[in-house]
């Protein structure tokens, strides 16, 4: 008798174009908010998505960071294989609702027209939130998906992926404490400007 092999697994597709329709539900939830003029609702948008952006990126950063860092490329390309799909479209999504629903809750809670100094910190967080958008949709995400690229090839370049994510540490870095910083400004917020 003798043994079937089982047929190698298909590499994971990289762009995964049903992760849109998640996309277009959270908008719809994000404007829903925004045009309803509920300041609970969308005060409950901008939370849960910050939430869920400032965790994944501070987990992303400074825990699974570092031990990626440490792996071997072959379970390297595993992981990131699997990840990015999940993040290429998840990430910038929360980072713009975030943004967006911030915008329009300090506007409508009256931030915007405090005195100075008080509306520095409306504007310390607006400058924070383009900075991380910025950041994670001209360099984080096009790093990541030049790596999970690179991943695919049947022989990868260990050595550029090295170099492209020693860089990609650092800005994680630098998006982690960004992300630290805007906690700091929403809990003045919270407890009164």
Not at 108 to 134: C, E, H, I, K, R
Not at 163 to 168: A, E, G, I, P, V
Not at 171 to 184: N, P
Request: a positive charge; one cysteine or more.
């Amino acid at each position: 008798m003798t043994a079937i092999a089982a047929p190698l697994a298909a590499p994971p597709k990289l762009i995964r174009l049903h992760y849109l329709a998640y996309v277009a539900i959270a908008v719809v939830v994000a404007a829903a908010a925004i045009v309803s003029r509920n300041i609970w609702f969308l005060n409950w948008v901008h939370v849960m998505c910050g939430a869920l952006w400032t965790g994944i990126d501070l987990f992303m950063g400074f825990v699974l960071g570092p031990i990626l860092k440490m792996l071997d490329v072959s379970l390297r390309k595993e992981v990131l294989l699997r990840l990015t799909p999940r993040t290429l479209f998840l990430m910038p999504t929360l980072g713009i609702i975030t943004g967006t629903a911030g915008w329009f809750l300090a506007v409508d809670l009256g931030f915007t027209a405090l005195p100075w100094p008080q509306v520095a910190w409306v504007y310390a967080a607006l400058t924070l939130n383009v900075l991380m958008s910025l950041q994670g949709l001209l360099y984080l995400m096009p790093t990541n998906l030049r790596v999970c690229f690179e991943l695919q090839k049947p022989h990868p370049d260990g050595a550029r992926i090295g170099r492209m994510m020693s860089k990609y540490f650092i800005a994680t870095a630098a998006q982690g404490t960004m992300q630290m910083a805007i906690l700091v400004i929403m809990a003045k917020f919270v407890t009164g400007i």
